[in-house]
């Protein structure tokens, strides 16, 4: 685990750690409230037909974000 | 004997609407808070001596000012002070279920913790102990599973034992927001005190946080009551951001949620404990999802169960309909039959009872529709049809639901607006909300089809299908067109967030369902009773006063008088041709009555009044009645149209006649069948659909819709028929 990437660029499946969630607003109040803070370990388990939005598993449960939200947000691989 | 006021509150999708149910029974009242479009559901109970209120808060994630569900859920604790709480959790996401939990034990108030869907908890192989959450978080806490009723009395009878005791003292929770923002709390805090600061409502430390959080409606209330010292507080907050921004590159409101979360996870620790090999093991619900939303099969099976719905709510909602409509059409008989020819039975029957039973027609639509869509949300999959459509409704600013009402409204051809606009609450983002409302009537909805059907056939006889099929993607791109245009004006913002739960997929109750369809179905009723009552009597009296003088009613009598007076010298049996003849003599003028009759009513004034504009688009004064009466329901612009065209009323289902006298009619040509499509696919939709729309919105937004709609349509329609003059 080294450098952090746009969740974007994710690739399903690949383990995530949340380095840093930069929205501000009412796009961060959103994805604050639904548990994306740093720290939180997640996952990209399946995108839409058109690839936007993608659904995100936590530990506890799925959710749903757009690419241009998770542009907010930056990971880091979790190696297994 | 004592009342007690108890709220529920809750995220969404964790069970709070079936646990107020399990509760509460059949017993409960649904309306809207005070000035918002949000449901308020309330519940009364009695144990024992005691009454209870049971009210349901709005699902929320969280107690900001950023959306009016959450304000309401802050406000009614705030200021209705209710002697409890209970929050109901879905105990599967307990760490996210608990960020509400704890805004609400900061504001202090009694809470009560019901770790609900306990099952899946079982079932996922996770263990909770609720003893050690009950001590690490002071709250009683209470293990349920709401859809099987389990744990429902003993969540109740826990509640009352607390309110009792609390006696609506409130005690709130101190978190530690860190060494940057703690400081400025603690100073904040004695402030607030020391000016008595808004605390005969809130706590002073919470002040203080929702002033860190910039939060809108408390700065604003501080304001009101304080404005030098509210600008005292915001020049804290402001300074304190000035700093974190600087060391910590975050906003007070994002360390807020971190501290909380941090509060949160030091509390669960030794709460859950998850299953050590269970790692990779695929859920059911993921492993369905590897199906239900699959690049192919995904958007094809949503298309099919779309198709699904739509079927079972026209074709199986069309029976119960059908019974409906004969028992009003005998209701109207009867009446018709039993009193005096004139304006009371006039009244009655035209405008009361062809109204009203116009209206109730529509309830097993709705029926039908809600029970499909209840289900359909409580297993979870419109979630679903929001993420695999977002992409592409994203484009027009609408949000991914709006599928629904679209294609409930008529998107395949013969939908109904109604129903359609109700379906517009399963969308939680308000903008796209507000654009879905507007542009769904647009679609072929039922009373629609023979008009088009009518013209198509008549001026189009070799293309009609073609027609018909280019109407209705046209009033798909209407739509979509105009919910863009009205995005990036009237509406503009960035399309709400969709950052969303994708909750598991669960099977729906078949209470849960029932109640929710039952409540719907009731409060559009109630509607009809009222309100639309009110409208269908205006819109009677318009088309039909003031009524035609005295003299020219007797001129059409003279008329009739000598051939009556023929038919009753003829003998039954032997002149059956010369008598079919005279009657259909008869029915001319009595035709030509009713033409007569309706020209000279406030209608028929309109429809005069505004040939100068309207024959821009190709309209005389005979379209202009029928499409004001289409105000009244859109079947009424065959039937009117009949009227005004001397050919007495026209069955909407059967226009051969109609037809046939408007391709004779030199001044409605073809053109003019183009504008009048437009024109009928655009405007303003029939008033049962505005007060629906209203309902689900506003008055204002219902009205601008009415009138925006049929500005729109006026425009179309003029340029349709000028184009097409010079085409065809």
């Not at chain 2, 009364?44 to 304000?71: F, H, R, W």
Request: glycine fraction near 8%; include cysteine.
């Amino acid at each position: 685990m080294k450098t952090g990437f746009c969740l974007r660029n994710a690739q399903v499946n690949q383990m995530l750690k949340i380095v840093t969630v930069s929205a501000e607003g009412e796009l961060g109040r959103r994805i604050r409230d639904l548990g994306l803070i740093p720290g939180t370990e997640c996952k990209v388990i399946g995108k839409a037909p058109l690839k936007d939005p993608v659904a995100l598993r936590l530990k506890d449960f799925t959710l749903t974000l757009r690419n241009s939200e998770a542009d907010h947000i930056t990971v880091a691989a979790l190696e297994d | 004997m004592a009342k007690y006021t108890l709220g529920i509150a809750g995220n969404p999708n964790c069970g709070k609407t079936t646990m107020f149910n399990a509760l509460t029974g059949a017993r409960q009242h649904v309306a809207n808070w005070p000035g918002v479009t949000v449901e308020k559901k309330v519940g009364m109970i009695k144990a024992g001596e005691d009454t209870i209120e049971l009210v349901d808060l709005p699902g929320t994630y969280s107690l900001t000012a950023y959306t009016q569900e959450e304000l309401v859920a802050r406000n009614f604790l705030v200021e209705d002070r209710p002697q409890v709480v209970i929050d109901v959790m879905n105990a599967d996401a307990l760490e996210r279920n608990l960020y509400l939990a704890v805004q609400i034990m900061e504001l202090g108030v009694p809470l009560v913790l019901g770790l609900n869907m306990m099952d899946e908890v079982r079932q996922s192989g996770k263990h909770i102990d609720s003893d050690k959450l009950a001590v690490l978080s002071g709250c009683k806490v209470v293990e349920t599973v709401a859809r099987e009723g389990k744990g429902a009395d003993e969540l109740l009878r826990t509640s009352l034992e607390l309110a009792r005791e609390q006696r609506g003292e409130w005690k709130p929770l101190t978190i530690s927001y860190g060494p940057d923002l703690d400081p400025v709390l603690v100073e904040m805090q004695a402030l607030i005190e020391a000016e008595s600061f808004l605390t005969d409502k809130v706590p002073s430390r919470w002040t203080g946080i929702k002033y860190l959080e910039r939060d809108e409606d408390v700065i604003a209330r501080g304001r009101a009551v304080n404005a030098d010292f509210s600008a005292r507080l915001e020049a804290m907050a402001d300074a304190v951001e000035m700093h974190t921004r600087k060391t910590l590159n975050a906003r007070p409101d994002a360390l807020i949620a971190d501290y909380r979360y941090g509060f949160i996870a030091g509390m669960i620790k030794d709460v859950v404990t998850y299953p050590v090999l269970d790692q990779d093991r695929v859920s059911r619900s993921d492993a369905m999802d590897k199906v239900l939303t699959h690049t192919l099969l995904g958007p094809l099976i949503m298309l099919g169960i779309v198709y699904v719905i739509y079927e079972i709510t026209f074709t199986v909602g069309e029976v119960p309909m059908g019974w409906l409509e004969s028992f009003f059409g005998w209701l109207g008989d009867t009446v018709t039959e039993a009193m005096p020819d004139g304006h009371l039975r006039s009244l009655l029957v035209s405008g009361i009872i062809d109204g009203v039973g116009g209206v109730l027609g529509f309830v097993p639509l709705i029926m039908f529709m809600f029970l499909m869509i209840s289900a359909l949300e409580d297993s979870g999959y419109i979630a679903r049809m929001a993420y695999m459509l977002d992409r592409v409704f994203k484009i027009f600013g609408l949000h991914g639901t709006s599928v629904l009402p679209f294609i409930v409204s008529g998107g395949i051809a013969g939908g109904c607006a109604v129903p359609g606009v109700m379906a517009t609450r399963t969308l939680r983002s308000p903008k796209e909300k507000l654009a879905t409302i507007f542009v769904a009537p647009y679609m072929t909805c039922g009373a629609k089809v023979p008009v088009f059907l009518m013209l198509s056939a008549a001026f189009f006889p070799e293309n009609a299908a073609t027609v018909m099929l280019m109407i209705t993607l046209g009033a798909w791109a209407m739509a979509l067109i105009v919910a863009r245009v009205l995005r990036s004006t009237v509406i503009r913002g960035d399309s709400t967030p969709f950052v969303m739960e994708l909750p598991p997929y669960r099977m729906p109750t078949l209470r849960g369902v029932l109640i929710h369809t039952w409540e719907r179905t009731w409060e559009y009723a109630k509607k009809a009773g009222t309100i639309i009552l009110g409208i269908s009597i205006l819109i009677w009296a318009m088309m039909t006063f003031p009524q035609m003088p005295e003299e020219r009613a007797e001129v059409f009598e003279a008329q009739r008088a000598p051939i009556v007076a023929q038919l009753e010298t003829l003998d039954e049996n032997e002149d059956e041709d010369a008598m079919a003849a005279l009657e259909e003599q008869l029915a001319d003028i009595d035709n030509a009555e009713a033409e007569a009759a309706i020209h000279h009513t406030v209608a028929g004034r309109i429809g005069k009044a505004l040939e100068p504009v309207s024959l821009l688009a190709g309209f005389d004064w005979r379209t202009n009645i029928a499409l004001t009466g289409g105000f009244a329901a859109k079947e009424v612009i065959v039937s009117t149209l009949g009227t005004a065209y001397s050919l007495g009323e026209v069955d909407p289902e059967d226009t051969d006649t109609l037809a046939q006298k408007l391709v004779n009619d030199p001044m409605f040509t073809p053109a003019s069948a183009v504008a009048l499509i437009l024109f009928t696919m655009l405007y303003a939709p029939c008033f049962v659909t505005v007060v629906a729309m209203a309902r689900e919105s506003s008055w204002t937004w219902a009205t601008s819709s009415v009138i925006g709609s049929t500005a729109l349509a006026y425009v179309m329609a003029v340029a349709g028929y000028n184009i097409a003059r010079l085409v065809l």
